[in-house]
Every structure is written in C-alpha cells, then in structure tokens.
C-alpha cells in the first residue's frame, strides 16, 4: 500500500482497475487517449479501506491531499471554485472495481453556493437554472451526504406548487426557486444545526465521506452478495469538473453502445437530449431522439463521436457503454464501460470480434458468461409483462426457464388437467418419485422444501423444465388444495408464472418470449469444443433426454439413473413385489418380470448413443421410495397383490427409516439382496451384446455401484455382478468389453480412494452426496437455514450449488490421488449436479477429471466452462 | 514360509504358536521342559494354509513328511503300528493359534485296526476294552474324518442293546462289541464304497484332512467372528501318541487349574476320574473327584503332578489349565495352557502374581481384558437359572447388565408400574428424549430399532442401565402393548430377561448375582492410573451420573449435554414455549425462563466436580424433537399454551425433517437463533462466578460448539458467545476462566482442522456423528443391515462399536495434524462413544489425545484400556 491515495486521471490507466475503480480507471485511460474528458480525479480504493479504519473519517493526510488536487484542477481549468463569473463545479461519483449500477450514490454541481450561484448565471446566462441547480444540489446534498429526509425538501416544493397553483417545477420562476434555495438552508440548518456549508472543500469532504459510506449501504452489500463481489474491495470516488448539457439547443447529453446490446449488430446504438443533463434522461421527461439524428443536427459533433466510440472500442476490443455531454456543441466524453448485453447479442459480438480480427478464439470463448446460455436455450418472460405482474414470493433457482400454468396439487390432478388441455404447474411441498409423471405433465415445477439438489431440481433439470424449488415462504397445503403466501390465497386450478433462472414466483400468466439460436451460436460452440480438454457427458435416462442432449452436444451418458425406469405405471407392480418378497425366489420372480423392461431401457439408449460411453448406475435409492405411503395406495395395493394390508403396512414400517439419506440403499441393498443388482447387469449386458450383433462393435457399457464406502463392500458387490456377466457370457456365447467402477460420494470413499481404485476401473463424483455427508447437510432440509448462512456471510454460496472447494473439494483432491497412486489410468468424472455449474467444472478441471456429466440442457454451459477452465489456466 | 511342515515336540517351543499353534506350542515347551508329555509332532498352521491352496489335498512332499515323523515316532516310543502286542495308537487334534473350544475335531486312538485291536487287547489285558475302543475309533473317524452319519452307528448300537435287553453301553460284552465293530466297517464300506482303511498312515492322512477342513466348519467361522478371530490363521494339527487312563484303578484322567478360576484364589483347582478317559469326564457319567483327593489315593502321583504344576505356572507366569492323564500309575501331561478366568479371579490372580514377583505391573496391567470388568461392575445371571432359561433373541449388546421385569411400551406405564412397585422393562421399536422419565424407572430397555450408538443405547449406557438394541427379529406393537418373537406373544405385564452384555433376551424372571468389588480390584487400578497417561472423563449430564463417574475415578466431564436438561417435565413448557415464539422477542422471554434452571444445573455439576473440568456441549439436537408428536399431546400443549392446534401443527410440521440428522441442529441452531446458546453460555458463566465467589478459584468451564463444519460458522457463534459472556462479566463486575472449543464431528471440520483450530481452543472428536458421515450410515437405520456386513466380512467390526481405523481414524488424524499445526497446544479429546471401547482408546492414544470421555459405567474400562496403550507402545 502507496502512501498515495489520490489519482490525476492523466496519472491512471484501466489496468488500475483496483485501486481506481472501474469508473476512475476508464476515465484515466480516456484522458490519456487525449479523449475530450472533463479533468478530475480519483480518490482510490484504498482511501476507501483506510476511511473504514479511521472510523469513517477522512484523516488529515487526505485532506491535504484533496485540497491539493482541488488546486490543481481550478489551474489547469482556469476556473475556480466560489467565482462569480465562472465557477468550477464538480461532480462526484462512486467508482467500485466491479460495476455497481445504482447501487451507491453520487452528487452533481458540488462547489455551488451563494456566491457561485451567481457565476453559474453568469457564465451559462440563465438565473433560473442557476438557482434550480442550487436548489437541486441542497437536496441531493443534504439527502446523501447528511441523510436529511427528502421529504422535507420535496414538502416545501409542493408547497411552492401548491401556491403558485401549478403541478409543474417547469413553471416555478426564478423567483420562486430563489425563494425555495432560502428555505432549503433553513431546513439544513435545523437539521443539522450548522449552517449549509459554504466552502467547496467542506462540501467536497462530506461528499466523499459520504461515497465511502455508501459503500456499506444496505442495498449496495445485498448487491454483492447476489453477484459475489467481495465487501474487502471498496470503492473510489472520482472528482471531476461539470460539464452542462442544458445550456441550451447546441447543447445535450446521451448513452450509446459501440454495437447493439440486444442483438449485437454492429451498429451505433443509443440516444441523447438536447438541452438536457443527465438525469433528465434518467427522469424519462421528455422522450430521447435516436443517436443517428444527432447526425442531422450537429453533424460535426456526431462525427467526432462515432470516431471517439470507434477508437475506444478498438482499444478495449468489446463493444462500449459510452456516455457524453454537448456543452455548447463541445463534446465531452464522461464514461465508457463494457456493455451490458443479453446472451444473444453477445454471442454474436463475441463472433463478429473474431471474425474482424480484433479478439482471439480464446478470448470470445472467456467473454460469454456460461450461465447466460441459458437466456438462450429457454423461453423467458417478456420484460414489458413482467413489469406489470405480482411478485407472490423468490425461491431457489432450480431449474432455468419461464413457465405458467393454472396451479393443481398432485401429479394425480396435474396428468388429467393436461389431458384436459390446460397448462399446469405442479405445486409441492417436495416432490418425490412418485410425482415424475406429474412433472412431465406439467409446465413447471414449484415447491416449498428442498434446494439445489432436491428431487424436484434434479429431475426438472434433467428434463429442461422450469422449476423453482424450496420457496419457503409459501405455505403449500396439499389437502386444501391451495397455497398462502404473503395475504394471498390461491386456489387449485389458478394461474401462477415461475421464473426457473431467477426464483421468481408471480401470480397469474406472463407471456413469454422463446429463444432464437442464431448460426453465431454454432460457431462459437465449435471454438468451445476445440479449445475444451474435458468431455461433456449427460445425465440422461431415456432416449428421449439422451437425444435432446446428443443435440446440445453431449458426448456420452454419465449418468443414467436406474431407478427412474422403475417408476413406469407398468413396472411398478413388479417392483412392488419384488420389495415384498419374503424369499429370495419370489424376488428372483419379481426381478425377472422387470428384466425384459430394463432391457429395452439400455437398448434404446445404447442405440440413440451409438457407441458413445453410457454409465449406468445401478439401483440408488431406499426401497421404501417405491412403495405407497397413502393409505389408499396401499390397500388397493394390498388387493392387487393379494397381500394382506397389514403385512403390508409391516413392510412399509420395517422399511422406513429415520434418515433415508443414511440408509439401506445403493450398494448396501446389493449386499442383502444381491439379485437386484444382478438382474440389472444382465439387462445390461444383454442389451449390449445385442447392439454388438447389431453393429455396435465398440459398445463398452461402464457398469457404476454407487455409495460405495469401504473396499470390502465394492469387492463383495464386484464379485456377484461379474459371476452374473460370466453367466450371461456363457449362455449367449459371445462377450461384449465392459468396465466396472464406483461413485466417490461417501467421505470414507474419498479417504480410502487408494483402497477402492484397487477394485474400480473409474471413479465418478457424486458430488450432491459428497456435499451432503461432507457438511452434514441434508439436501432436503438445509435449504432452510442455508440462505440464512450466504445472508450472515458463514458460507459464500450455496455448496449444492457451487462445489465447496476447500471442504469437499478437498475430500475430491484425497481421492483423485488415492486413485491414481493406485491405478495411474483411472478414468475420472462427477455426475453430481455440479457437473452443470461454471466454477464446479472448472474447479473439476484443475482436479483433472476426464469428463463432467450434467443435465441435457446445462451441457451447452458445461462445455463453455470447460473451454474457459482452459483458456484460464493456460 | 519354509519348506518345514512337521515339527516333532522337542523341535518347537512357546513362541513359535502363530507356526504351531497355541496346544502344540505348548506340548513343545513342556517336553523342552522335561516334563512327562507322550511324545508326537505337530503339522504346522501353514500346512494348513497351503492345504487350502492345494484344493483340501495333502500333497506329496508333506505326506512324506508325515511318514517320516512316524516312523521317527514309532523308533522313540519302540511301539509301532498294527503291532500284534504292543501297537502304537495316537491322537488327532487341532491346535488353533487361539484356542477355540470345542470348535473343530479331535480324533482319538488312531491306528487301530483289525490286527492292532489285538495288541491293545493283550498290552491292557482287557479285551473288552480294546474292542470297545475300535468301535469308538470307527464311529469317530467316520463321523469326523468321512462326514458318515453318526445315526447309522447309533442306530446299530441300539439295535444291539436291545437285543441284549440292556440299556447300558456296559453290559454288552466283548464279543457284543466284536459284532458291532463288523456292523460298523460294513457301514463304512457302503457309505464310502471302499473298505474300511486299516493302514494307520491313512487313516491318519485322512484324519489330518479332517482336521484341517473343520478349521472353516460353520460353527469355527462363528466362532472367530464373534471373537475377532481372523480366518486367515489356519489351525495346526498335533498327532500325539496315546495314553490310558482306563488301564484299571491305578490310572486315571483329570484337569486342574493352578489356582481357582472362579476367585482366583491360590489353591490348586480341579477333579479326576479313576479309570476313565478323557470322554467319560465329558460324558459325565460318573462323578470326578476333586483334585485333592488325588493325594489320598496316590500320594506320589500327586506329589509329582503339584510339582508339574507349579514349574508350569512358573514357566508361563499364568494360572493354568492342565489335563493329565494317569497310566498305570505314570503321569502324563496332555495339555497346558493359560487358564480362562472370571473378570474377579483375573484381577486377584494378577495382583497376586505382581506380588509373588512373578510378573511386574505393566504386565498385570495387560493381564485383565478391559471389556471383563463390566462383570465387576454390573449384576450377572445366575449361571444355573440362565441354563433353564427359554431365550427369545438376540439383540445389541447395548449396556451391560441383567435385568429382569414385566413389560411395558411406554414410559407413562413404566413410571406407573414402578410406583405401584414393579419391576419394568422398558420395550419400544426405538426410544426418543421422550421416554427419559421411563428409561430411569425401568430396570433395563429393550429397543427393536436402532444401534451401538442410538438413542436408548447412549443414554442407557449413561445411566449404567442394562440396554439390548436393534433387536429386529422381535416385532414390538406399541399400539396393541405386545411383542411378538418366534411364536411367542408376549402382552404388557409379563416377565422378561435382559442380558446386556451379551444382548440375549431371555422369557421370565432369572435370578441375578450382585457383583463384588474386591480390595485387589482398587489396588489394581491404582496402578492402572500410575502408568496411563491420557486422562479419562465422563460423560455425564446430572450431579447423579457426576458423582456415580467420580466413584468409577473421572477426572472430569467430557461431554454434558444440554439437551437432557431440557426434557424436565418442568422445564419443556419453557422450551416449547421457545420454540413456538414467533418473534425474537417472545423467544428471549422463554429463554429468560430457562435460565434459571440452566445455571442450577451447571452449578450442580461444578459443585461435585469441585475443580476438575467441564466441557459443556450447547444445544445439539433439532428442536422438532422437543415437540410432542401425539395428536393428544398436541392439544393438550396448544391448550396450555393458548396457541391453536393448527398453529402448533403447522410449526411441528415447519420444523419436520427429511433427514434429521443432517438437519437444522447443532451450531446451525445458533446461527438462526444466537439467542439460545446465549442463555445457555449465560447460565454456564454465572453458574461459574457463583463457585468461583465460593472458593472454586480454579473454575474454568470448557464451552463446546457442536455440529461445527465451517471455520465461518464457528466465528459467528463464538462471536455471539463471547458478546454475551463479556455482558455477564460487566454485569457481575468479575470475570472467570473459561475456554471455547468445539466438536470434529463433521467431516468437512476434520479436513479442515487446521483453520477450525485457529478460532477453537480444543477439539472434542464426536466419532458417533463422524461415523455417521464419514461411512453415510445412519445410526438409527443402520442396523439393520450391519449385522450383515459382520457376517459376510464386508466390515470385520461395527464401526458404531470401535472405531475405524482407516476411514474415519484417518479423518481423525488428518484433524489432528490440522490442529496441531496451528495450534501447537491444542487440547484434543474424545467425547464420542467409542471413548469408552478399549481398541478405540488405544487408537486415540495413539493418535495423542490428551483425554477420553465415556459414560460413568465405562471409566473403569476405559482407564485400563488407556494404561494397556502406554504398555503396549512401549
């Protein structure tokens, strides 16, 4: 740390970013393009930290050093501040590393008082300006630097209103503004109990002082939070000369983008005012003319702009957010930053950069931020109705898209609305997999309970369908059939809209905008996947998801979820009866009702894969998920399986468990009833071989055993399924190549991975699991309270999102070593939702992992990420 | 591994037992010792191991081998096979590395056949006898070596007696016999297809076989599991030429002790049969005659066998169990080995011996399995009564102990049969915090759910109640107040048995022993505690178990948990209260109730503990589980407390749990409502300064955070905390030592000790919950399928029960590494369950802890293990 804390703009340059700011860097960097800035300068970053550390007070180091500065400006402007002729104005802005629109404040016209009033008149020829300046700046003074309540301010000006019987503050005289500048003071005075400061530097330093604050303001610390932005950064302020674009018709102010921000095209986009300042733009007064017509009125000025936005887009190479002021038909330049724009347009931008030569391919892969593809690989909701609709509540993110519906209650409900011809939304509590034909059905998915990777975010990203999960402000009845919220109560069969990309629950039906994939789109994912290392494999498990993902670009299965083919209305009494099986011979029969079943669900795969990998994991989850648990489910159960219901209830109850997460389930249930696993691997295999007579002949199906915690349990379970393979291998007489390996998504696997890579040919990360155990966090319940741990800053983000680095990923660099101590070769992956989240894959690709897996739709963003993990590391 | 299978005695020597095993180890150690043991040779455990390999097949080299160690033999003895006068007959007997009683075969007198029978019959004079040991030999042989169905000998033998009209073996006569020996081989032939084999190197090759095949005969397997027995070791086989002890009146078999097995006490302890082999003593046909009398009838003998006896105790530095057996006269030595022992006898025998100066302290020390002294500590069964007694299963042995009682489902009936004066058994699939009240007045609690570490498992241990858990073959209906097992109903009211230190359940009242505790037994573990260098606290949560633990010999209390002191019947409505509030301030007044209650508590304990120290866990569990569940004991709460139903079953319902065990509890408590751990640490700091003002200078309570998984977590709640202690401090215008620390119970706070160490003071390892999730096993669940993984060597031992090693020991030490290597002193304990099961305690101290923690019942054991791993790493 410098002993230097304030900044000429003619001493920075944007690579100063963080200690001056975006603003004060870009501002530096114009100046030393000899851009036609406006001087000032920059109080820095660090000033910033170091007001914290003196008890929010500017120390006397500081002061000089702002006076000299000050100083400095009025020399090289010819202008000085309190002048009765021409007075130097200032403005002063905030100026974070990371833009912060909005979020902090800022105060324009700083060095006017009773005097420079007089100057400001003078110098622009207009009293009643002068004194609506004055006016204006009293109260955005006192409202941001000395929190005096506005509405004191904004009383009197009704008043004034009131009195000379006009509605407009266009129609106040100079007189009257004059009058309302006296009253103003006296309003400051009492409330403060000093007088409205005079002196410019006083009026600077409680400026600055009041930036800094700012900073720690409560919507400014949500913001970061939302857009992780570290609070240790601070902001700079930036001090710099007024310019007046409202001293008449050669005068103006405007914004314009470099190219389109909506679509990308390479044309100069934005608007101005004549005889206006900035925040009359803001105010929507009067309405703005089209950037191009300024070609018409001062075609010299116009000239001289698109020269200067051409010139800075070359030199930062990414289209520009530029804003300028006409002051006498002088051109000022006073910002430029890289523009917003939606994904669409910044494909295309990306694309257009490369192809002018001005960007590498690497470089346009970095600039697109890969959760943005989602903009474009969903419908959302058309901005202009969204304004207009009820927000009911924010839940999680589950699952991106926009989607409405008339809301019903049970997946039972929702199937016969449909059939019906509504559209539905599938409200729940949680849903479980009984529910999967409900969600299929519907348009969207919203419940109550569960986070980024409970049932419902899981299957409705799978299936690329909106949902909004754990939005725990609502209560849902499932009885009742309505849902409260907020004083709302809606009722079955009324229309809710779910925003799946921010959370956003609105009452009624928003209409929706559907995206369009531009040929740009194409290109760039052709970039993406030359410059990726890692795979990208899909979890999928029909051929219907399997398809939609080989579209998205998907390279292989890496993860297909057994259980999910049980669920089927035609399976379920098999698999019912095999639960209730009280010999192994009746499961024996059970499980090979289901064998030409499962049989077909690997062919179908195979076949839409061709002779892509597809992993397939056996049997995860708790029995007991596929049993009834309504009472009359279970008695028209007990009658369809001529079981007695209590023997039934029996079973149900043995078969409960107080933490199912922890449970009998995945390999534990192959231990006791190995035969499940059995009849699964010869559905397997017998699919294969016969894509193999068929064809296929490189088809390697890759065999996974999940939850897997102890060597002792992988052999065991390795053993009875290869006695089956052999078996199946001796009745068809011919072989197909397979591998066998393991989920590392129990701790005790991750530690002993050495151990475990002695029996599994591959490891594949389920990180969903690995983060619930790892953290003692149930994915079911801990959406509850872990909002409340990002809100208190104890966790920076949700880790079902984001892999938690220094715990779990942890945990997946002990097993990626134990692995590869033992097998150099092993084949590494994640299925865990992580596998869909940019800084997951990245963090996958440090670990060096072969491939990730995520749902079809997220395969698009995984491949991005994969390709930026590259470009970043090189 | 040599080449050398066959070892003849005089070749071996005690410590060569992994080679010989534990029976030949010791027949070469006494011929070595000149001692009156008939000579032979022992066939090495690696024969047997290599016999595995080579398909349950002797192979050539040790069939030679075999052959030469014969023929040596018969040179020695100048005795040799299918000799007409004088033929040499030999034993054949297994020889485990541990003994294993009873467990695999043993053959006796081989090599007779058609022509030695002959011999035998002249040597002894007795043809009758000689014929009658052919029949024998054929029948055994058969059974053993040839899996013959002893029923067709049986059968043949009954047969024979009813023709003679006799229902004594001894009233048929020799040529009785002689028939039945043709009948017998005929048997043989056609159950085997070839005759029966008269050459002795065969029958005896066979035998060997036989031998080595019982070594994984099912009961062996049993057997070694339930002893921690690896299978692995192989079993010796020990070929010894024979002796007689039924030549006439002056020979004679026997067995003594060298000092009583029952108290230990210094006398010689054993009986004999005159004229009688080994089998008739098993048999018991005939009453034996105490040792003593020995001296009576043959006073040399005896003489010469109390020698032997006392050179042997000597020798080996134990009590020993010896069999001899005396032929015309001349004593034989068969067997010797170290004496099994009651928990009593092992303590006076060791202290005894330290004494004699026969061994020192630290070898006392390892003399006594730590796991014995729950004999001392808790009543037993009556051996006698628990032979008649009809056992109904077998469960956990959960907390040692017998008790007996009538049965009653919930702790409202057992707290009202108790008060009309009966003894209980408390029986429910699984206990809750509910059914405290009910486990105190209980005399011992049956659960059918749950494991090593489940609720009623913990809190019984605890209380030093005998508890068998998870005893799942039993169906228990707490609705119809039944059980059912096998075929027995059993309804409320009716007597069963606990054996809580075997889990066996037995049907009706079994008279009990009260345990002894002898002056030995505190001599003994003072110098457990002189050579021990951890220290061992309790678990302990009431002044009760306090000073129930100070009389076991705590040196502090390592866990208190809170929570117990919440379910007080006057207390929960301050907690419900609590937990229904709506608003922070509602939530403070029901705190503010509970205070004074939390500080008596503390103050209790702080009183019986005087100085020592106290870690204090804040509230751990989920706060559901403080809500009744009952839809009548829901009303009867919304009655009292002026809430409606709805509403207290809506927040029931808010508060339910997928996976209550990952759920809302522990630290993350804290985080939601800091105001609770703030009472808490409020009532600890207060209870504090109150035993400080009265003499405790030395007062220093140990704070413990549970649940901790993040460094970020920590911070907050320790901010929290400190806030409210330095309140009290200013408040009461004193201060007092304390420390915060907190649990390793998550995985993710192990693998990142080391930056949990730089806010934690100590680290207490909860391995339940790191078990828990390191393995993903829910305790509650767990069981269920354990027991399998036991039985099919997937897990060789519940890791609930001791510790593993490599899964979660590792967790352990990465922690430990971590918190050393910021904290070079931390304070490092264990507060888990297993710090009161000895391997678990020996790993920690291998590990470096500073201190255990177990409940009151287990501190005894826990020293002795503790002061076994200082010896034993010497």
Chains 1, 2 share one sequence.
């Not at 902001?235 to 005068?251: H, I, K, L, R, W």
């Not at 983000?797 to 945990?811: C, S, T």
Request: aromatic share 8%.
């Amino acid at each position: 740390m410098t002993n230097k804390y304030v900044y000429n703009f003619n001493e920075g340059k944007k690579e100063m970013k963080s200690l001056l700011g975006g603003k004060g860097a870009n501002l530096a960097e114009m100046t030393n393009l000899d851009l036609p800035v406006p001087p000032g300068f920059t109080i820095t970053t660090e000033a910033c930290n170091r007001f914290y550390e003196e008890n929010e007070k500017i120390w006397v180091e500081l002061h000089e050093e702002i006076k000299k500065h000050l100083k400095d400006l009025e020399q090289r402007l010819g202008k000085s501040f309190s002048d009765e002729d021409n007075p130097l104005l200032v403005s002063v802005r905030s100026g974070a590393v990371t833009s912060m629109p909005g979020m902090m404040d800022t105060i324009l016209n700083l060095g006017l008082n009773d005097i420079s009033v007089k100057g400001l008149a003078k110098s622009t020829g207009n009293e009643r300006f002068a004194y609506d300046s004055y006016r204006r700046f009293i109260q955005m003074f006192s409202d941001v630097a000395m929190e005096i309540p506005k509405v004191r301010f904004d009383n009197l000006l009704d008043d004034m209103k009131e009195k000379k019987n006009t509605e407009l503050d266009t129609d106040l005289t100079k007189e009257d503004l004059k009058k309302l500048v006296e009253q103003y003071k006296e309003v400051y005075s009492e409330e403060i109990g000093e007088e409205f400061p005079q002196e410019p530097v006083k009026q600077l330093e409680l400026a600055i002082e009041a930036v800094f604050k700012s900073w720690n303001n409560p919507r400014a610390r949500v913001y970061r939070k939302i857009n992780n932005i570290s609070h240790k950064l601070g902001t700079a302020v930036n001090v710099q000369s007024m310019v007046f674009g409202n001293m008449g018709e050669t005068s103006g102010t405007g914004v314009a983008f470099t190219r389109n921000p909506a679509t990308g095209e390479n044309k100069l986009f934005g608007e101005y005012l004549i005889n206006a300042q900035g925040e009359d733009v803001v105010a929507g007064i009067r309405t703005p003319q089209e950037i191009s017509h300024l070609e018409v009125s001062m075609s010299d000025v116009f000239e001289e702009f698109k020269n200067i936005t051409r010139k800075l887009e070359e030199h930062y190479k990414d289209m520009q957010d530029i804003e300028f002021t006409i002051e006498n038909k002088k051109l000022y330049i006073l910002q430029t930053r890289t523009g917003k724009r939606t994904a669409q347009a910044a494909i295309n931008i990306a694309v257009d950069l490369v192809k002018e030569e001005v960007i590498e391919k690497e470089e346009a892969v970095l600039r697109i931020e890969p959760n943005t593809l989602n903009q474009l690989l969903h419908p959302t909701f058309e901005q202009k109705a969204l304004e207009n609709a009820e927000l009911l509540s924010k839940g999680l993110a589950a699952s991106p898209g926009a989607a409405s519906g008339r809301i019903y209650f049970n997946a039972h409900d929702v199937v016969e609305a449909k059939a019906r011809g509504e559209m539905c939304i599938l409200v729940r509590q949680e849903t479980s997999p009984e529910d999967i034909e409900g969600m299929v059905s519907a348009e969207g998915i919203l419940t109550s309970r569960g986070g980024m990777t409970s049932h419902a975010a899981v299957v409705a990203r799978g299936m690329g369908k909106c949902c909004v999960a754990g939005c725990s402000e609502i209560r849902v009845s499932e009885e009742k059939k309505e849902i409260r919220v907020k004083d709302f109560v809606l009722k079955e069969g009324e229309y809710i809209s779910l925003d799946g990309s921010t959370g956003n629950v609105y009452k009624g039906n928003i209409n929706k905008v559907q995206p369009k994939l531009s040929g740009n789109f194409g290109e760039f994912m052709e970039w993406v996947d030359e410059i990726r290392t890692m795979s990208v494999r899909t979890n999928a498990d029909t051929p219907k998801d399997a398809n939609q993902a080989l579209e998205f670009g998907a390279e292989g299965i890496g993860l297909c979820r057994t259980e999910h083919m049980f669920f089927d209305e035609k399976r379920i009494p098999s698999v019912r009866k095999m639960i209730l099986s009280t010999t192994e011979e009746e499961r024996k029969n059970a499980l090979a009702e289901l064998l030409p079943f499962q049989r077909e669900d690997f062919l179908g795969l195979y076949k839409v894969m061709k002779e892509k990998p597809v992993t397939v994991r056996l049997l995860d989850p708790p029995l007991h998920e596929f049993l009834p648990t309504k009472k009359e489910d279970i008695e028209s159960l007990a009658k369809a399986m001529n079981i007695d219901y209590e023997n039934i209830m029996d079973r149900i109850e043995e078969l409960d468990e107080v933490n199912p997460m922890l449970g009998h389930r995945g390999c534990r249930l192959a231990v006791t009833y190995p035969e499940i696993y059995k009849m699964q691997v010869r559905a397997i295999i017998e699919a294969a071989i016969e894509v193999k007579q068929n064809g296929f002949k490189d088809i390697k199906p890759e065999i996974m055993i999940p939850l897997v915690g102890h060597i002792e349990e992988l052999k065991y379970v390795k053993g009875q399924i290869i006695e089956e393979i052999e078996a199946v291998f001796k009745e068809k007489e011919i072989e197909v190549d397979y591998m066998i390996g393991t989920m590392i998504e129990i701790p005790r696997a991750a530690i002993t991975a050495d151990e475990i890579a002695t029996e599994a040919e591959f490891f594949s990360f389920g990180t969903n699991d690995l983060t619930q155990m790892g953290f003692g966090f149930s994915r079911d319940d801990a959406g509850k309270f872990l909002d409340e741990y990002v809100n208190k800053e104890i966790l920076e983000r949700d880790p079902f999102q984001a892999i938690d680095r220094k715990g779990v990923g942890k945990l997946m660099e002990i097993a990626v070593e134990g692995g590869k101590s033992t097998r150099e070769n092993i084949k590494l992956g994640i299925c865990g939702e992580h596998g869909g989240e940019p800084s997951s894959v990245e963090f996958c690709y440090e670990l060096g992992l072969q491939y990730v897996s995520c749902s079809p739709f997220r395969v698009p963003i995984a491949k991005l990420a994969a390709a930026q993990a590259v470009v970043k590391n090189i």
